[in-house]
């Protein structure tokens, strides 16, 4: 089996999010030292065309394409059945998957953020939950996509800024927790990142929201993706991609809350009209 060729680091990746942006980044960068690949998100026929790839370039790789919608739970349980029953061997987890939504909460869709909830924190705790155990006995590893928002309260995209706040407390929890059994967690801070993610949280009608620094802070993909990959080996709490993305987060982190409430109160992200949906 190609697990036991010692080129491998892990016997499994399970990637959430495997569809688009980092998930499938992430798919291309641990094709090569990953034996068995499980690509996790909706989109089914998008992830089938990468496992092909990733295939044809990886000789002996595994791939399993598992769709599942990640806000209902059914799916994920069916989907936590299924990896709870994986062969034995090592496991990285890169809990990926994730949507926001950008525009004032009180013009928000009930059911976009029950989703959101769902999908940026229940799924990650469930899966989390599910497998670090076998983690535990066998060996293994956690990447959490977080986000620079997560160290920030940020009007008109607050449910995704604190439900990344989650992400990074509990990651950073988790980790102190099966540190001393040697495995590692990470919980990755990208600033604005050109992946799918701006579509998708936009509401109908809307702008993308003003922020005039925001093109300043852009980082490519495979600099987040390789960067969290190297961050989890060398057993760092946090991965803030780029030197002006870690010095944002830490600035935001040593500011005075009332600084930035009145930052924050200039509403950097104030969109251009309300959601019609
Ligand atoms: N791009 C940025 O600027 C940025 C910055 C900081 C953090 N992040 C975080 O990075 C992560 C990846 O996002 P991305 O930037 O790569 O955006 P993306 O291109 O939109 O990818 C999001 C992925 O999440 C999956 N997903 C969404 N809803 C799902 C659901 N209900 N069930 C299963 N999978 C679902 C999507 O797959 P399907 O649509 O096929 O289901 C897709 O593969 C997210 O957690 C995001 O919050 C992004």
New binding site residues.
Partial sequence: MLWENKAMKYAHAVI????????AAFAHRLAGECAHLVL????GE?MDALAEELCAAHGGLKVTVRP????DTAARESLIRDLTRLPKGKLLLVN?????DYGEYVASAPERNH?MLQ??VVAVAELTRALLPRMLEQGGGIIN?A???ADLFIPDFAVYAAS?AFVASFSEAIRLEVRSAGVPVVAVC????H???GD?ARRHGCTNGYSPFKKWFYTPIPTVVNGAVDALESGKARYYPSLRIRMAGLLVRNLPLWVLRLVMGRRPRKVSSHDEA
């Avoid at 996790?40 to 989109?43: P, Q």
């Avoid at 599942?68 to 806000?71: E, F, N, R």
């Avoid at 990926?96 to 926001?100: P, V």
């Avoid at 990208?190 to 990142?193: D, R, Y």
């Fill in positions: 959430t999010g495997a569809s688009s942006g980092f998930g996790v998100a909706r989109r998008v599942c919608d990640l806000s990926n998957a994730g949507l926001g989703r999908v940026n996509i986000s620079l928002a990344k990208p600033g604005p990142v992946t799918g993610f998708v």
